[in-house]
């Protein structure tokens, strides 16, 4: 045979495989392929021909698979791919025979991320795109002509110029109401009789960038269904939200399936529905959903319940009740774990059940734990206690969004009664007082917690991100025990305003796929040549994309699913979510602010969420919104009451000096920290003398002061100190950069550290030390440097506790500094406050010193309760002088009386701190109960009247009048308990204790509310 034969028989060869093709596949897709993807599929066919069970062919924007018409195989190979971002992908099961002999193989073409991406040219006929908006407005009556010209330019063209045109307007209307929430929508679109094939249409953001479609693929798998043919139809993607419409195809006549076997497609949908959610790579649900055959449904409920039982038991017993022996407790047990199950769903399924149904499931599942023996008695009394707190846990749960069509997360609202029921050596202890309610989240890549102690309530949510798995073991066991004790730090600090206090926590599980994921972006940006030189940079870019889309999720799935069991219907005095066996039955009033890890995209979210879903606090669930509400880091409320605390007490401790030195946690980037500075620099000038500041970037020193010039440009830049210019450095003076490393050897870690030298030659030097030193300066040498005042507004929890508060004394035993001010949140533990106080350190508590922010909050709830978006806009600049203002007089009020009596010797700061609190706390709920019965009395109208006056800024009064009255009567009760308690104890002191309703309007004469 010659050359041109060869030539010849090659060519027939290929012309017979694409005419084979052209009848297999959809004119759509085999018109999309370029002469270069055609060659590509031919040749990994041929190879396919060759014997082998499958073939996969990587390209540079993607792939193709072949592979017997089997979808275990064809998942094994897909799982070949689970490095790279799988942007689109189109799978086709064949009929007729292959030009090599072989029927029914499976063809897949892949497209990856950077190669598939762009807008699509639309319809390629005026009248194929006018026949759809038709049928399209049918269905969907609110579509106007944007709606309809962004949606179409997005869809696949194929898909466009080639499916049938009722069927591209139900997926308009699919992709839609997705768009329009963050929830995933699946359902039967059609059923071809001619080909056998049944559409399930899949509309979602998709949860991470890979592994997701071999993920989907599996979960057909589970339930037994074939996928005959798959094609993504829709996937414009941005960094932060990675969209997806895709359809899956399989086989049977719909309408003759037995009734099981509908159901069993029911299941289907359902678990379709919640994978976004799903932690398909976490062994715990592995083993529940694959191994055990759970629903993921059922699945997703025993990890919420292993969790949060877990979050109790931990207190009892750490190592006992660790995350392991909790999790193996629920998977040695399954039968156990499914009559969980059942006793949940007697409880909350819509449907009526009787309740003597849920409670003989309850004592036989009591029964069964209650009768373990494997022989290993510690074993069984372990899983007996983990066993039995799920029970208590089942029991106290007054409602849950479990059973609402749609949810991105787990919410159940849990009567606090509950922490009676765990078995701690002494509850009081660790938990002083029981909390008005606790709300629990459970979500795809976290768990949260909403704790307030009274029926009004406010607190920020602070969301953790640990930043490696390590770190993340550690801080999981004290998520609830951290929440709890800011909740209830905060309901001390709330007794100037009529919320009590509460606290919401989010805590983020390390990515699973982050590597992964960043891997795969790694490869595509490699690609690209004009890239190359800013690798590095690209990629950190990536990284903190990637990581804020993780933190976004979670926020969004908590607040979202929050107000799934939260939004009231006023007139069937009940929750609209009809779904929800509700055993609390009453509307609840949830309000939260911004904390750690809170932006204002997300605080916009957020009230605009509440909104959407008509929640009845309206936009007023979320505080601190840059535009209609009062940026806590803008106007600097929170340090502003931290340096009211600071100037009475160094001028009580120093009087008038030439200069004072300051060391500070917390960076300019900061609120807290940040505003706190420039109060430091704008309110003493040249005296202010700042030597250290430390926050998560690293550790800044410089013994002549820290140049004021640049901790004002890094707060403007929105820079931690890392950031700061070393050139500008004095003798003796360094940055330490605790993120800039680098690996010297196999395990060994060098970290930069920037010095300036002494002498008269000072030169600024890099070099690279060891990760331990690194870590001693960063963690001990702010606390051991002598100066004046401490100013803590920034870092973890007990960063300084019972273990290391020695480490602020210096050498010879003095303590480093003589006053700290905390603006952070429990930077110092109850045991090293009180022992740094018996060594001589005047301390302002955090309960006192940190109050601001919550005070501005109420003032910007009550005025987005009662004023619209256009008046407030109007009145804006005017009441945030006036709450400022009223901010200021209500720290001065505390911190006079602190100061006092610590120069007096007549009191602990510490313990007036808390003295004060609970004597607010306490007259302000009596006052609070008695006002049920003085609003019947005429005589009480007028001094109620007052108390009110006295605590609403002038501006909102006058400008929304008659409306305050029109604010709930617990609102009202509240605002005028706390007006009359918070004004009595600091007028009167905490040791006064009159008969409060006969001597409130006497009081009220005399001058209560005179300093307003």
């Not at 074939?226 to 997806?244: G, S």
């Not at 039982?309 to 499914?338: C, E, G, K, W």
């Not at 606790?438 to 309530?457: D, H, M, P, Q, T």
């Amino acid at each position: 045979m010659n050359l041109t034969e060869l030539e010849y028989n090659n060519l027939a060869a290929f012309r017979s495989w694409v005419s084979w093709l052209e009848k297999e596949l959809p004119d759509g897709f085999f018109h999309s392929l370029d002469d270069f993807s055609l060659n590509l599929l031919v040749h990994t066919l041929c190879h396919f021909d060759g014997g082998s069970e499958a073939s996969t062919n990587v390209y540079e924007g993607g792939a193709f698979i072949i592979s017997k018409d089997e979808q275990e195989v064809f998942s094994k190979q897909l799982e070949k791919l689970i490095q790279q971002d799988i942007r689109k992908i189109f799978m086709i099961s064949t009929k007729s025979k292959s030009p090599g002999g072989l029927s029914k193989i499976l063809i897949a073409h892949v497209q990856f991320a950077g190669y598939s991406e762009g807008c699509s040219q639309g319809f390629n006929s005026e009248d194929r795109k006018e026949t759809v908006k038709k049928q399209l407005k049918t269905l969907w009556s609110e579509m106007d002509e944007n709606s309809f010209e962004e949606s179409r330019n997005c869809f696949d063209p194929s898909f466009l110029n080639y499916a049938d045109e009722k069927h591209i307007a139900k997926n308009f209307v699919l992709l839609n109401r997705c768009l329009q929430d963050i929830n995933v929508k699946a359902e039967v679109q059609k059923h071809n009789k001619q080909d056998g094939l049944i559409c399930l249409a899949l509309a979602n953001r998709r949860a991470e960038r890979t592994g997701f479609f071999l993920n989907l693929i599996r979960v057909f798998e589970h339930y037994d269904f074939r996928v005959k043919k798959v094609q993504t139809i829709y996937t414009p993607c941005d960094d932060l939200d990675n969209k997806m419409l895709t359809h899956f195809y399989i086989s049977g006549d719909y309408k003759n399936w037995s009734t099981d076997k509908k159901t069993e497609l029911g299941r289907l949908l359902e678990a379709l529905s919640v994978m976004q959610w799903f932690e398909a790579e976490n062994p715990f649900n592995r083993n529940f959903f694959y191994d055990l055959n759970f629903s993921i449904h059922h699945t997703i409920l025993i990890s919420a319940i292993q969790q949060f039982v877990h979050q109790m038991l931990v207190h009892v017993d750490p190592n006992l009740y660790n995350t392991n022996n909790v999790q193996n407790a629920f998977q040695a047990y399954p039968l156990i774990s499914r009559q969980l199950v059942e006793y949940f769903s007697l409880r909350f399924r819509p449907i009526t059940v009787g309740k003597d149904d849920a409670q003989k499931v309850r004592e036989q599942c009591l029964k069964d734990i209650n009768r373990l023996d494997s022989g290993i008695e510690d074993n069984d009394s372990l899983n007996r206690s983990v066993l039995n707190m799920a029970i208590h846990m089942i029991d106290h749960i007054q409602k849950t969004n479990y059973y609402v069509i749609r949810h991105s997360a787990i919410s159940f609202r849990l009567d606090p009664a509950i922490l009676d029921s765990v078995p701690f050596a002494d509850r009081e202890a660790l938990f002083p007082e029981l909390p008005y309610s606790i709300f629990y989240v459970k979500g795809r890549n976290f768990i949260a917690f909403n704790i307030r102690f009274r029926e009004l309530s406010r607190g920020g949510v602070r969301t953790l991100i640990p930043k490696n798995w390590n770190q993340f073991r550690h801080q999981q066991r004290t998520v609830f025990h951290e929440c709890y004790q800011l909740a209830y730090t905060q309901q001390k600090k709330n007794k100037d305003i009529p919320e009590g206090g509460a606290k919401s926590i989010i805590f983020l599980k390390p990515n699973f796929n982050l590597e992964r994921d960043i891997a795969a972006e790694k490869a595509q940006l490699i690609k690209q040549s004009d890239t190359k030189d800013t690798l590095g940079e690209l990629l950190a870019t990536k990284r903190n994309t990637l990581v804020r889309r993780h933190l976004f999720d979670a926020q969004k799935s908590f607040c979202d699913t929050l107000l799934d069991i939260l939004v009231w219907n006023p007139t069937k005095k009940r929750l609209v979510q009809e779904n929800i066996r509700d055993y609390y039955g009453k509307e609840e009033w949830v309000f939260l602010g911004p904390d750690e890890n809170m932006t204002d995209q997300m605080i916009d979210w957020i009230s605009s969420r509440s909104e959407s879903r008509e929640y009845s606090v309206g936009s007023s669930f979320m505080s601190g919104k840059p535009d209609q509400g009062i940026n806590h880091k803008s106007y600097g409320v929170t340090s502003l009451g931290v340096h009211q605390y600071l100037n009475e007490a160094l001028s009580q401790l120093k009087g008038d000096q030439k200069e004072y030195s300051f060391k500070v946690t917390g960076g300019p980037d900061g609120d807290v920290a940040g505003n706190e500075l420039l109060n430091l620099i704008n309110g003493y000038g040249t005296k202010a003398k700042i030597l250290c500041i430390q926050d998560g970037t690293g550790v800044l020193y410089d013994p002549k002061g820290i140049s004021h010039s640049e901790i004002k440009r890094l707060f403007k830049s929105v820079l931690g100190i890392s950031g700061y210019k070393t050139s500008l450095l004095h003798a003796e003076g360094f940055l330490v950069k605790i993120h800039e490393r680098k690996e010297e050897k196999a395990g060994i870690e060098k970290v930069l550290k920037i010095s300036a030298s002494a002498g008269k030659k000072r030169e600024v030097k890099n070099e690279w030390i060891g990760a331990s030193e690194a870590n001693n300066l960063y963690h001990h040498f702010l606390h051991g440097l002598q100066c004046d005042a401490f100013l803590p507004c920034g870092g973890r929890p007990r960063s300084l506790n019972s273990s290391n508060w020695q480490s602020f004394l210096l050498d010879d035993g003095t303590p480093s500094c003589r006053l700290i001010v905390e603006g952070a949140n429990l930077y110092l533990s109850d045991e090293a406050r009180y022992s740094l106080e018996k060594e001589g350190v005047m301390i302002i508590k955090d309960a006192s010193s940190n109050k601001g922010g919550v005070i501005c909050s109420s003032y910007e709830i009550m005025a987005g309760l009662v004023l619209t978006p256009e008046e407030f806009s109007k009145t804006k600049s005017k009441f945030i002088k006036e709450v400022l203002s009223i901010l200021k007089v209500k720290a001065l009020n505390e911190a006079r009386m602190l100061v006092s009596a610590y120069a007096n010797e007549e009191k602990s700061p510490i313990d007036l701190s808390d003295e004060i609190s609970s004597k607010i706390n306490h007259y302000s709920d009596l006052i609070r109960e008695e006002l049920k019965t003085l609003r019947h009395q005429k005589s009480a109208h007028k001094f109620m009247e007052k108390a009110f006056k006295a605590h609403i800024p002038t501006c909102l009064r006058r400008l929304a009048g008659s409306r305050l009255e029109t604010l709930p009567h617990f609102y009202l009760d509240a605002i005028i308990a706390s007006s009359l308690a918070s004004s009595l104890i600091y007028k009167k002191g905490i040791d006064y204790s009159p008969n409060l309703i006969d001597s409130l309007n006497s009081e009220i004469q005399k001058g209560l509310f005179s300093n307003k």
